[in-house]
């Protein structure tokens, strides 16, 4: 059967370390990737996609990789700040069009 | 991107009544969707709202239950019909400028409690 999996519930890490987030996947192809994040009672924000033909994508201080070999994305969040605590969703094209979320990861950034 | 607005934000409705949803976009948009978030749960895909034909349903909801209108292209309401506790969710609406982009930018969501 069709599955995502972030690597964990929740996560906890030290101010100034890199979060690092996993998502799997289990029969699926996508030719798209993304990551969004959510603070709660809000709407998810979209921070990055990366398409099956690259490898490594960056903005500021995310950086996503996309392992289609693995079935597998990173999420790393660099000099993380409390700021950067929220969950953390990945997503992936089921179809071409519409896009299907993992269960998320929440991220606790600890001074 | 674009400022989303839901109405209402949130809503306790009685079971077998109905309630609509509105997104409002402010400025012109080529997809729009509807998602349900459940209690500690990740997003799930309700349908996409075409502009001036029938909604496109993902598998396991149906126009009866969930009804949806687009009259153009920053406009389209949800109505979740005949409601049970299980109704209870999050409900939100997402759009994507421009075809294939794939980047979706949310709304704020509803928060719908049945009683």
């Known amino acids: 059967s069709q599955k995502i999996e972030q690597n964990s519930e929740a996560l906890n890490i030290q101010e100034g370390k890199t979060a690092t987030l996993t998502c799997n996947y289990t029969?699926?192809?996508?030719?798209?990737l993304q990551w969004y994040r959510q603070d709660p009672g809000r709407g998810p924000v979209f921070l990055l996609l990366i398409r099956e033909n690259e490898k490594e994508k960056r903005k500021e201080r995310l950086k996503v990789t996309f392992d289609t070999t693995l079935k597998q994305s990173l999420f790393h969040i660099t000099a993380s700040q409390p700021a950067d605590s929220a969950t953390y969703l990945c997503?992936?094209?089921?179809?071409?069009?519409?896009?299907?979320f993992g269960p998320g990861t929440r991220l606790s950034v600890l001074p | 991107s674009a400022v989303i607005s839901q109405k209402p934000s949130r809503d306790i409705c009685q079971r077998g009544t109905s309630l609509t949803i509105q997104c409002q976009v402010d400025s012109q948009v080529t997809m729009m969707f509807w998602y349900r978030q459940q209690p500690g749960q990740s997003l799930t895909l309700i349908a996409t709202?075409?502009?001036?034909?029938?909604?496109?349903?993902e598998s396991g909801f149906v126009i009866d239950k969930f009804p949806i209108s687009r009259p153009n292209l920053t406009f389209s309401t949800l109505t979740v019909s005949n409601m049970s506790p299980e109704d209870s969710s999050i409900y939100l609406c997402?759009?994507?400028?421009?075809?294939?982009?794939?980047?979706?930018?949310f709304g704020p969501g509803t928060r719908l409690t049945v009683t």
């Open positions: 709202a075409n502009q001036g034909s029938e909604a496109t349903y």
């Open positions: 029969n699926y192809s996508p030719a798209y």
């Open positions: 997503a992936l094209d089921k179809n071409g069009q519409n896009f299907v």
């Open positions: 997402s759009v994507e400028f421009g075809h294939h982009s794939y980047e979706q930018y």
